[in-house]
């Protein structure tokens, strides 16, 4: 069966009402010891000792109202819905209550237009490499400031390039990252981008309106054929970062050979080789083509 749109039934409850409900350090401590729990359900007398409130009637408010829209209730005790999960996570990830700054950083690689150093920047909760010498951009893309935590500049490169690897893999296949609605892929050659290519892939979600836009190139980084032509060659690509590879960054490597249908080519060259990916409107694959350069 397929569902067109998400029907509103007695058990909905407006965004205020949602948000008014969580607003509470008790309620939001009562989400965070069931988060913490090694093991799910927890029953009533083992959640109230995790959490640090002497009364054990306003501790049973406070879950109660919690219980149906974050908390579950069942036989064996209480666990943690999804929405109560989301909650927690983005705490933790520092969404609502962390507004870091750091300083640029540099990163491995080189500007794939000059060959300059690359720097890192963070701001507004989005992560940019740009060339320190002629100010290409190398990708702009959102990474929450839980990700900064405990991590050297080397780790959080580390962590950004392996966010933005699944991050749009992810979008091209349809699923937004964010909430995992249907994600929609127009591909778009005019207009303005934080990117520094013509070409470009813009997704979007049908359902939360998030977005991304990424070179075309990047959609191909988890694809099977593309790692195991690296691999043939000894190069594991899962260890590069995306702003090392040509071909994920610029879109000269990018030739579009079709607008009705769309029809995509993506050269990925490596050592004496190369790959040719050809996708359909939606950015999927649909042939491949090796062969030795100049050829």
């Known amino acids: ?53 002497a009364d054990s009637g306003q501790f049973n ?20 819905r999804h929405a109560g999960a989301q909650v927690i996570r983005a705490v933790r990830a520092g969404t609502f209550t962390r507004t870091p700054d750091i300083d640029p950083f540099p990163v491995a690689g080189a500007c ?3 060959g300059g150093g690359l720097l890192a920047e963070y701001a507004d909760e989005q992560f940019a490499i740009d ?46 990252p964010d909430c995992a609605g249907r994600m929609r892929t127009d591909i778009s050659r005019d207009g303005d981008c934080c990117l520094d290519v013509s070409v470009r892939a813009e997704f979007v979600c049908e359902q939360c309106r998030h977005e991304l836009c990424s070179p075309v190139g990047l959609t191909l980084l988890d694809d099977s054929r593309v790692t195991a032509f690296y691999d043939d060659h000894g190069v594991d690509l899962s260890s590069r970062p995306y702003w090392t590879l040509p071909w994920c960054v610029d879109d000269q490597y990018t030739t579009v050979e079709g607008t009705d249908p769309w029809r995509l080519a993506v050269r990925i060259p490596l050592a004496e080789a190369e790959l040719t990916a050809y996708l359909d409107r939606d950015l999927q694959p649909v042939e491949f083509e090796r062969q030795a350069c100049g050829h």
Do not use: N
């Open 131 to 176: 060339c320190e010498d002629c100010g290409k951009a190398h990708g702009e893309y959102p990474f929450p400031p839980g990700g900064l935590v405990d991590r050297t500049p080397a780790e959080v490169a580390t962590a950004f390039a392996e966010r933005v690897r699944h991050l749009h893999c992810l979008a091209a296949d349809g699923v937004c």
């Open 1 to 53: 069966m397929r569902v067109d749109e998400s029907p509103e039934t007695d058990a909905d409850i407006d965004p205020a009402t949602a948000f008014s409900v969580i607003a509470s350090e008790t309620r939001l401590d009562i989400l965070e010891a069931l988060w913490r729990a090694e093991d799910r359900p927890v029953r009533f007398s083992e959640l109230f000792d995790a959490v640090e409130l």
């Open 61 to 80: 408010y406070h879950l109660q109202e919690l219980t149906g829209q974050f908390v579950s209730q069942g036989a064996d005790g209480y666990d943690l």
């Open 112 to 114: 794939t237009r000059c």
